[in-house]
């Protein structure tokens, strides 16, 4: 197993601006979810993508949006960047186990995006 | 609403000394629990998990938790710390589908 990646590992952006978070997944996980984490916090739960179709949400508005693609990667994209935006950002890939609820499935951990929003 | 309450941001224990993490949930239904670590610079690492049965649950590198519905408890305990556990542990619950909730974490300092 390759261990999920994200990239880049540190961004700086300013206000208004807009970013795009990568993250590669396990072969063979279909289920990737993204987390904020802000400084001295637990991760938040964003969204959740399961064969590339939104599958549930967090309390964040609609600037948070998110693409899964076929290869096992995905994408968060954040619109008018916020200084409160300013967080590491996590993705967590999850296999599929066959009639396993999503919120027994183990997650695996990327090292994270860490943005600074000027 | 569902949440995890982890009272202590940071502990501080002496290597080789036991060590509890604590952790309280608030969730309707049978909870789906989960100790997570995290060394700076990293992603978080699953330690355990507890969906049903026995509610002494082991884990990886010596931890154990015990589930405790009465007390809406799920503490982390390690019988002898060593140095390099020194990280931050998150305690979360399966809040049903696809969504997990975390606690804001404990901090583990582990004096010489």
């Known amino acids: 197993e390759t261990g999920v990646t994200q990239s880049p590992t540190h961004l700086i952006k300013t206000r208004g601006q807009q970013v795009t978070l990568r993250c590669s997944s396990q072969?063979?996980?279909?289920?990737v979810s993204w987390y904020q984490q802000a400084l001295g916090q637990g991760p938040q739960f964003i969204f959740q993508?399961?064969?590339?179709?939104?599958?549930g949400r967090g309390n964040f508005p609609p600037r948070f949006s998110g693409l899964q693609f076929p290869n096992y990667s995905s994408e968060l994209n954040v619109n008018a960047l916020e200084l409160d935006d300013s967080a590491l950002y996590l993705c967590?890939?999850?296999?599929?186990?066959?009639?396993?609820?999503?919120?027994?499935?183990?997650?695996?951990f990327g090292p994270g995006t860490r943005l600074l929003v000027l | 609403a569902q949440s995890v309450t982890q009272p202590d941001i940071h502990i501080t224990v002496s290597e080789g000394a036991s060590l509890e993490l604590r952790c309280n949930y608030s969730y309707g239904a049978t909870p789906y629990l989960f100790w997570y670590v995290q060394s700076p610079g990293q992603g978080l690492q699953l330690l355990l998990k507890?969906?049903?049965?026995?509610?002494l649950v082991q884990g990886i590198k010596g931890f154990e938790a015990e589930f405790k519905r009465s007390q809406s408890s799920f503490n982390l305990r390690k019988p002898s710390v060593h140095w390099s556990d020194a990280a931050e542990y998150f305690c979360a619950v399966g809040a049903g589908g696809f969504k997990t909730i975390f606690g804001a974490g404990t901090r583990l300092f582990v004096k010489a």
């Open positions: 072969s063979g996980h279909n289920t």
């Open positions: 993508y399961y064969r590339e179709e939104e599958n």
């Open positions: 507890y969906f049903s049965g026995d509610t």
């Open positions: 967590a890939s999850s296999p599929d186990t066959g009639g396993v609820p999503l919120d027994q499935e183990t997650q695996y």
